[in-house]
């Protein structure tokens, strides 16, 4: 409160000042008293701690893909064929809508680790199993609004604007990750 | 002005188109703004507004609350814990809405407590006072099923004790009974249906609430006189006079909630609730509440079921005759030297059963609630309606300005505006 250098002279700014202050004094309590409610609503504890999982790659064959839960979510686990990974990578970068190399999407190169959700609208794109359609690109395709997918998981035709998230993991062994 | 808008005063062009279409700032200013109050209000009168913001402290936190609870007999325990335990804050919200209820029970009980002392119940005043009540009993019966939800020891066997009340009519009292259940005994169905009624009890007091209000900005406030105001020279209007008298009030009181969520959370709890509930075995010492202590000891102190339970729902009932078996015409006690007594030796009796409600129902504690129960009835029924006959009371002051002030009435200009009506 700089402005009540002339709170001497007469009684109203006095009176502005202890309104501001009482004021002031009020919508910090509110805010700390708001804090703890809006908090409660952020993902608990439990929540969190449910937030990485294990998965075991060893049964899953070249061309084979599963589907694991992951916060929810579901995360495509993929081993690629060499011709899907040559596919994904004879692609020219600059010509793709959300420009990414396909190495900069994989830590080993048959591995392709993705968050199984449309970038368009939250759907769950098809093309896990041989017999799904995979759109035109041969990675994923989007049955609710038609977008198509490689076999990087990038965005190729259709109304999605970015590429399948690759979420983040590590390899706990040769044949082991853990997501999250 | 066009036809059909409310003649506003308000200047500010978005507040007065409002209020020419919707006069709600008009009416707030009404009975908020200049509403003329008895200017001798004491610190007694802070405690209807502090029931009313510990009823939306106790909504806010409930609907948080219940975002996170599961009501089912194999989830709810585990899901208060995981508000204990996981829920960010978790803990302070469920510690507020717990210490909630206890604060909202002393607050209410001093609220009837002044009532009663200074006659707020007398003519005029009735229906306000039998709406008070209505809204006590919703409270009980709102914490007695929130007690019910953590689905502990305590909740179940409360839930079954209290349920079984209702046994002791003839007749109808195993349909009662059943009904309640949803069932043979307390179980899922039985909790499914407290929690939704715990819900909605709240939103039905705040209703009640609105019409006690209501009543209440008809009548206009009684006053630790017990005189009506005779004008304006009487009043000061609410804002900002009670506003800040209530605020006042209201930071005090929530240091003492503070205090009792920061440092003592299960001071007013029973441990046995922390132990998930088990319809094969009872805890050795069951009790319910605090607040409900004093009925609870009515109830034991008579040796019939029925004559128990009448009895323990006629110490409350019997309230909402009150205006009618007091019949003397001076509402203050200040001014009535027996009645004061009596009615000072009937708190005393009702903290005395509070007390004895939590011991165990054998020797002399029994012979001490019989006589406290005794005397808490024969204050309504006997001694009230004679005293209206027998007791001499003081000299009433000719105005409450000439009873704050001393002198005889004064111009008092400064601090009574004009207002709408005196």
Redesign the interface.
């Known amino acids: 409160m700089t402005d009540n250098g002339h709170a001497a002279t007469d009684g109203a700014p006095r009176r502005d000042f202890l309104m501001l202050v009482t004021g002031a004094f009020a919508a910090v309590g509110v805010g700390a008293i708001a804090w ?2 809006i ?4 993902p ?4 969190l701690a449910l937030a990485s999982t294990d998965v075991e790659l060893a049964p899953i064959a070249e061309g084979q893909a599963i589907t694991v839960m992951w916060r929810g979510k579901p995360v495509f686990v993929r081993n690629r064929t060499a011709k899907e990974i040559q596919e994904a990578r004879a692609v020219p970068t600059n010509s793709l809508p959300d420009p990414a190399t396909d190495q900069s999407r994989v830590q080993k190169d048959q591995w392709l680790i993705l968050v199984g959700i449309c970038t368009h609208l939250g759907c769950v794109p098809t093309g896990q199993r041989a017999t799904d359609a995979r759109g035109d690109y041969g990675g994923w395709f989007c049955p609710c609004h038609g977008s198509h997918y490689d076999t990087s998981g990038r965005i190729r035709k259709g109304p999605a604007p970015r590429n399948l998230d690759v979420p983040q993991y590590a390899f706990t062994s040769d044949t082991k990750i853990r997501i999250g | 002005m066009s036809i059909g808008l409310h003649n506003s005063e308000f200047k500010n062009p978005v507040v007065r188109w409002i209020d020419q279409r919707m006069p709600v700032f008009t009416m707030m200013q009404k009975e908020y703004g200049t509403f003329p109050t008895p200017k001798n209000f004491n610190y007694f009168w802070n405690f209807g507004a502090l029931a009313m913001v510990t009823l939306m402290i106790m909504i ?1 936190t409930g609907i ?1 609350l219940s ?2 609870y599961a009501a089912h007999t194999s989830l709810a325990f585990d899901s208060v814990e ?1 508000i204990m ?6 803990w ?2 469920r510690y507020i809405h717990m210490n909630g209820a206890s604060m909202f029970f002393i607050v209410v009980y001093i609220h009837i407590f002044r009532g009663m002392y200074y006659g707020s119940y007398k003519a005029p005043r009735e229906l306000l006072w039998m709406l008070g009540v209505v809204i006590f009993l919703l409270m009980m019966a709102t914490a007695f099923m929130g007690y019910v939800l953590p689905w502990g020891q305590m909740s179940f066997w409360g839930a079954t004790v209290i349920t079984n009340l209702f046994s002791a009519f003839p007749v109808v009292g195993n349909f009662i009974v059943e009904l309640l259940w949803g069932g043979f005994s307390v179980d899922n169905p039985t909790l499914n249906r407290f929690f939704s009624l715990h819900y909605l009890l709240p939103f039905v007091i705040f209703g009640v609430v609105f019409l006690h209000v209501a009543a209440l900005h008809i009548t206009g406030s009684n006053n630790p006189l017990g005189i009506e105001p005779k004008g304006p020279q009487d009043t000061l209007p609410f804002h900002p006079y009670y506003t800040a008298k209530d605020s006042v009030g209201l930071v005090v009181y929530f240091i003492v909630f503070a205090v009792l969520v920061f440092f003592a959370p299960n001071y007013l709890g029973h441990p046995d609730n922390y132990i998930p509930a088990n319809p094969l075995v009872t805890p050795p010492h069951i009790v319910p509440e605090w607040y409900f202590l004093p009925y609870y000891a009515i109830l034991r102190a008579v040796p019939d079921k029925l004559g128990g339970v009448l009895l323990m729902f006629g110490s409350i009932l019997v309230w909402f005759v009150l205006p009618w078996l007091d019949r003397s015409p001076v509402r203050s006690m200040r001014f009535r030297p027996l009645a004061r007594i009596f009615f000072l030796l009937w708190t005393v009796c009702f903290l005395v059963l509070l007390w004895v409600g939590a011991k165990p129902a054998e020797g002399t504690y029994v012979l001490i609630a019989r006589i406290a129960t005794a005397y808490y009835f024969a204050y309504f029924l006997v001694i009230l309606p004679m005293l209206a006959k027998f007791e001499r009371p003081l000299p009433l002051p000719e105005s409450i300005s000439r009873a704050v002030l001393g002198g005889g009435p004064l111009p008092m200009g400064a601090a009574a505006k004009p207002m709408e009506k005196a």
């Open positions: 703890p409610f908090a409660s609503l952020q608990a504890k439990d929540t | 806010a948080f975002m996170h995981r335990r996981d829920v960010n804050f978790g302070l919200i």
